[in-house]
């Protein structure tokens, strides 16, 4: 193979290279952007931080809606079941 072509296929490989990472690189500051709107978060790190926190607060929510329903359920099963008692 001639140098020239090696260098044309070299530099292309390199363009297209530059043009993926270039794509990374917007797709990444688009996420960051909607990280910053969305949650207020500047950086992953503070991202990490509030989804343990959101996650805690999720698994509260369930054992607060599991308790209403078990109350909900105890009060009012035998009429949802058609009992008549």
Do not use: P
Not at 1 to 25: C, G, I, P
Not at 74 to 85: F, I, R
Request: negative net charge; glycine residues 4%.
């Amino acid at each position: 193979m001639a140098v020239s072509e090696e260098y044309r296929r070299l530099k292309r490989k390199v363009d297209r290279t530059r043009e993926e990472a270039d794509r990374a690189h917007g797709a990444f500051e688009s996420k960051m952007k909607d990280l910053k709107e969305d949650f207020d978060c500047e950086t992953i790190e503070e991202a990490e931080t509030r989804l343990e926190e959101m996650q805690c607060e999720v698994a509260e929510l369930k054992e607060k809606y599991k308790a209403m329903y078990d109350k909900f359920l105890s009060k009012w099963g035998s009429v949802l079941n058609g009992d008549k008692s």
